[in-house]
């Protein structure tokens, strides 16, 4: 685990072509944006590339994270099931991070609670609420 309130979970990343990676995803409701490592991306052949490689600021004076392109993926998070588009970058230090943007659209709340952290998925892409068109 990271720090209190930014837990680091194992989940499955599957791309539109159905290749599959296991990695470590860092929850931050810090960042707005989920990114993926370009090296964990289950299939490159799914990334879209910009055609300007786009920065994004840190908190560092000097830092920046530079964004490739996005690409959507099918994430696993214990036995819930969610799909997003993420951002891709080569510059990640941690192999993805799941920022609050998804976290709202899925109803993902980190809890703490006795100094343990925990994720809570409340939304999964098989709920009949999220996949019937009316």
């Not at 941690?94 to 952290?117: C, F, L, P, Y």
Request: net charge positive.
């Amino acid at each position: 685990m990271a720090v209190v309130g930014k837990p680091v979970l194992t989940i499955t990343v599957i791309s539109g072509d159905k290749k599959k990676k296991t990695i470590p995803a860092l929850f931050d409701t810090g960042s707005h944006y989920s990114i993926i490592r370009s090296d964990c991306v289950p299939s490159a052949r799914t990334v879209i590339r910009f055609p300007l490689i786009k920065t994004l600021g840190t908190a560092s004076k000097t830092g920046g994270v530079r964004i490739v392109g996005e690409t959507g993926l099918i994430m696993t998070i214990g036995r819930r099931r969610i799909n997003d588009r993420v951002l891709v970058s080569p510059d990640l230090k941690r192999e993805m991070v799941i920022g609050a943007d998804t976290m709202q659209g899925w109803d993902i709340t980190i809890k703490n609670r006795n100094g343990k952290t925990r994720v809570s998925v409340g939304h999964d892409m098989r709920d009949p609420d999220i996949i019937e068109v009316a």
